[in-house]
T-cell receptor
Framework: SAVISQKPSRDICQRGTSLTIQCQVD?????MFWYRQQPGQSLTLIAT?????????ESGFVIDKFPISRPNLTFSTLTVSNMSPEDSSIYLC???????????FGSGTRLTVV | RKEVEQDPGPFNVPEGATVAFNCTYS??????FFWYRQDCRKEPKLLMS???SGNEDGRFTAQLNRASQYISLLIRDSKLSDSATYLC???????????FGDGTTLTVKP
């Protein structure tokens, strides 16, 4: 399966600032996914990032708040903009490993906004 | 109603017990099904895919019932190391979307 390097692993940020999270995959993948997992909850898809096109955002998530870059088939970034304490969460990137292999996840970024 | 529903538990069982989790899904167009395991403060990791014919991997057995739209995970001879949250994932490959259940928490005690 794919190997994903995600960083930073954790950060504590001041409200009003922005944080960019990076994910690097060891193989070329068509789609990369960004999830949020709030404490005690399951994963919520933020957006799907395709190389060469705008990311597709899920209901409740907007590009101004969570801009995404996908400059090539092995790399993507998610920025959490103008942060507030409600953005404190774990953010995970993921790639699809095929229909029968599900998804592989990065190790996650644990964000705390103070 | 949520698209994917799981009993949140927690399930607290003694070592050696057999425990079963169920997951129901509402979208009949769903095509692929998985169980993931998530340890505390870690990312989810694939435990096993779920096939229509059912499949087994050691102490773990997964089954799919398309007619009733549910999948199950059976863990036999529970180990302390099985303590984790188990996430049910339902994929609609045509739509390119997957939906995660909220997870079932298992604690295996000595």
């Amino acid at each position: 399966s794919a190997v994903i390097s995600q960083k930073p692993s954790r950060d504590i940020c001041q409200r009003g600032t922005s944080l960019t999270i990076q994910c690097q995959v060891d193989s070329q993948v068509t789609m990369m996914f960004w999830y949020r997992q709030q404490p005690g909850q399951s994963l919520t898809l933020i957006a799907t990032a395709n190389q060469g096109s705008e990311a597709t955002y899920e209901s409740g998530f907007v590009i101004d708040k969570f801009p995404i870059s996908r400059p090539n088939l092995t790399f993507s970034t998610l920025t959490v903009s103008n942060m507030s304490p409600e953005d404190s969460s774990i953010y995970l990137c993921s790639v699809e490993d095929g229909r029968f292999y599900g998804y592989t996840f990065g190790s996650g970024t644990r964000l705390t906004v103070v | 109603r949520k698209e994917v529903e799981q009993d949140p538990g927690p399930f607290n069982v003694p070592e050696g017990a057999t425990v079963a989790f169920n997951c129901t899904y509402s979208n009949s167009a769903s095509q692929s099904f998985f169980w993931y395991r998530q340890d505390c403060r870690k990312e989810p990791k694939l435990l096993m895919s779920v096939y229509s014919s059912g499949n087994e991997d050691g102490r773990f057995t997964a089954q799919l019932n398309r007619a009733s739209q549910y999948i199950s995970l059976l863990i036999r001879d529970s180990k302390l190391s099985d303590s984790a949250t188990y996430l049910c994932v339902v994929m609609n490959t045509n739509a390119g979307k997957s939906t995660f259940g909220d997870g079932t928490t298992l604690t295996v005690k000595p």
